[in-house]
């Protein structure tokens, strides 16, 4: 097995080699040793590297990514904490089409008070109740 020095890890994943030593740090990927003060990894850290990038894209803290990995770096992810972070990011996405909507209203609104339209009046409602449901 070919191994990676850090430079080369870097390179290949697109992030600094001071991420990598912190993600290092926090157990989210494990140098197989060193070639004078070079870190050296397996090839298999740019896949655990884009199961973090993942993670990170999908609101996972790095807490919760570096519970999603067995010794070694297999992946262990719990289904249902999976089921609820995309049902939180649909729920983000529902408030986040209400405040587009809003937005485009209020930006061609014809009312000079967008208090005085009703749509305008009915868009905050229905953040309200996105708001109080967020909670």
């Known amino acids: 097995m070919k191994l990676l020095d850090i430079g080369e890890v870097a390179e290949a994943s697109g992030l600094r080699v001071s991420a990598l030593r912190y993600y290092e ?3 989210l990927i494990e140098a197989l040793g060193r070639k004078g ?3 050296q990894y397996g090839p298999d850290v740019l896949q655990q590297l884009a199961l973090i990038a993942l993670g990170r894209r999908a609101g996972f803290s790095l807490d919760e990514i570096g519970r999603m990995f067995r ?5 262990a992810v719990p289904r249902e904490d999976l089921h609820a972070k995309a049902e939180a990011m649909r729920a983000q996405a529902r408030q986040l089409d209400t ?5 485009s209203h209020v930006a061609e609104c014809p009312e000079p008070n967008h ?10 409602k229905l953040a309200a109740r996105a708001q ?3 909670r």
């Open 25 to 27: 740090d926090k157990g």
């Open 37 to 39: 003060l070079r870190r």
């Open 71 to 75: 010794p070694g770096g297999a992946p």
């Open 99 to 103: 405040l587009a909507q809003m937005l």
């Open 115 to 124: 208090l005085d339209c009703a749509r305008f009046q009915q868009l905050l």
């Open 132 to 134: 109080r449901r967020a």
